[in-house]
């Protein structure tokens, strides 16, 4: 059976929920399709010892304030999980989680959406299912004959899994700084942290706030026809968080230059020499997850579906939200979110 209404949000993590929020403040009948079973979306699944990078106050959704995390500065992944229970109870979203969508399709004058528990007709859909589903791993020589673990950010969760045995961390950016620092404190690992390039370490008075402030800096610069401010990444790769500034003044996070390739036991590096390790930890990131778009036909050259702000340039019914900033000045951020969502509400709410 075949149901209908003005909206449907594919996604019901913290991109789904703000849009969510809007879509009730301007009275649109809408559903959002949750593939996950219960609320908090990507959040439920971090590592154990992640934190945000901004205090609670800068961390907030549209309309709801998160409270501060007792005895924390900077909330843990749980309480945020909590935040966005709350918040999703709190607006009444008509959130269906373990609903998983499979295809979006145009249908006449209007959108269908299919679902594994039924279809969609809508007159308008709003895509948030982020990256976290998507993790990316880089082609590295010999990556299929290596007999250790090998696992992504995604299944990283303690060092405790990893006790007395050595381990390798790729990648420069956040997840991999502050799971070498993860690693690295706990005393029970042999740890090797490796990146691409040096990696470069934001100072260390520079939290998400500043990051968000970057971002629609270089936003309205772009927008308006000024010089490319660089964003956040004229400020550097890494947030300088407690953990990993307590391992780098430690002495303890030195990255080494990416090693030549894998080999059976180990690694084996530019000069010729090898390594042994027990697992290899990728955290290289990832790619939007928009397979269920692709009956549209809309994605470029580079992957990315061109948009307009939010609206997917070749098909005015859809709008792509919380995948980065080119769906929005840090719009894959709590506090980064809320303005793209207002912005895609308005243009669905004028466009219906």
Same mark, same amino acid.
């Given at each position: ?16 929920? !703000? ?127 290596? @007999? ?145 778009? !692709? ?11 061109? @948009? ?35 912005? !895609? ?8």
């Amino acid at each position: 059976m075949t149901q209908h209404t003005d909206v449907v949000v594919v996604g019901g993590g913290q991109a789904g929920l !703000a849009a969510g929020y809007h879509l009730r403040r301007q009275g649109l009948d809408f559903v959002i399709l949750d593939a996950g079973t219960a609320p908090g979306g990507s959040w439920q699944h971090m590592w154990d010892s992640l934190h945000l990078f901004s205090p609670a106050a800068y961390s907030s959704l549209p309309g709801r304030l998160m409270l501060a995390q007792p005895g924390e500065t900077y909330p843990g992944a749980g309480h945020v999980v909590d935040y966005l229970t709350d918040y999703e109870k709190r607006y009444d979203l008509p959130v269906q989680h373990g609903t998983r969508v499979d295809a979006v399709r145009r249908d006449t004058d209007r959108l269908l959406v299919e679902a594994d528990t039924g279809a969609w007709r809508a007159r308008a859909v709003i895509s948030a299912t982020g990256s976290w589903s998507r993790p990316f791993l880089p082609a590295v020589p010999g990556r299929e004959v290596f @007999t250790g673990r090998q696992l992504h950010t995604v299944n990283y969760r303690c060092p405790a899994d990893f006790a007395d045995q050595r381990v390798i961390v790729v990648g420069g950016g956040n997840s991999g700084a502050q799971i070498a620092a993860d690693l690295a404190l706990d005393g029970r690992v042999e740890g090797t942290w490796v990146t691409q390039r040096p990696p470069r370490f934001l100072p260390d008075d520079i939290d998400g706030r500043a990051l968000f402030d970057a971002a629609t800096a270089r936003r309205r610069a772009l927008d308006a026809g000024r010089t490319d401010t660089g964003g956040v990444a004229s400020l550097g790769d890494i947030v300088a968080v407690p953990p990993v500034r307590a391992a780098r003044d430690a002495g303890l996070l030195h990255a080494k230059p990416m090693f030549a390739r894998l080999t059976p036991t180990g690694v084996r590096w530019a000069d010729g020499s090898q390594s042994d390790a027990d697992a290899i930890v990728w955290c290289t990131g990832f790619r939007p997850a928009l397979s269920h778009l !692709a009956p549209l036909n809309l994605r470029g050259p580079q992957g990315h579906i061109p @948009t307009d702000g939010t609206r997917a340039v070749e098909e005015r019914r859809l709008h792509l939200l919380g995948y980065g900033d080119w769906t929005g000045p840090a719009s894959a951020t709590l506090i980064g979110v809320g303005r793209p969502a207002r912005d !895609a509400v308005r243009h669905i709410a004028g466009l219906l």
